[in-house]
């Protein structure tokens, strides 16, 4: 990992789970010269509003916020904004394996499946079903989505076994995550840039680091 050889693509449901969960490491991985994709399922706003011209915006902050990370490109799913438990799975295993089929990741990350937030559990289980064995990917690592991962029952929990120094890359995550103006949030809330600072802080500290993200390794083929 961040050797420069790697195809990276992170999946999120919505606009901004990419860069809360793994902005530090996407900038990581493209600093040491790897490709870095992101892939947002959804079409990014709540179905029931159809408002055209907010998810016109989410994708506008997605590109934003992928250029401060520096990475190579962004693919858009368009699958209903919090309807992904009434999608059927196929569909989703479709959007996830298309864009694997097209850039041929070697490492991907995915929600965590202890969450409060269905569209990220259906994320979750359609990676895993996209990356099954065959698939030529090697390494599949869950994230953690501050204000998701956090609010969810402590059972089928987050158990973090990769830590990643993003000290030299937290304010490069943070100056990202502020791309998304409409979901930056008032501290103490998760969503906050202090509690973003403060979360990398208190996850390092866990890895005697000044700053990290974490991961649960869901599968290695290497």
Known sequence: ?????????????????????????????????????????????????????LIAQKRSDTRECADRLGIEEVHFGDLPDMRLDDTPHVKINSVIEGVCNEI????????????????HIAVHDSTLVATRPGSGVSTVFAYETPSSTDYAPSTNGFEPEL??????????????????????RESPHPRSTESLRAIAQARGTAGELQAAEVFDLLRMYR
């Open 163 to 184: 830590f990643v120094d993003i000290e030299d890359h937290l304010e490069t995550k943070i100056h990202a995550f502020t791309a998304y103006e409409t979901e930056l």
């Open 104 to 119: 041929e990741p070697d490492i991907v990350y995915t929600h965590s499946r202890r969450e409060v937030n269905r569209d």
């Open 1 to 53: 990992m961040f050797d420069g050889t790697d195809t990276v693509l992170v999946i999120g449901a919505h606009p901004d789970d990419e860069v809360l969960g793994v902005g530090g490491t996407m900038a990581k991985h493209a600093a040491a010269g790897d490709e870095v994709h992101t892939l947002i399922v959804t079409e990014g706003t709540t179905h029931q509003y159809e408002n055209e011209e």
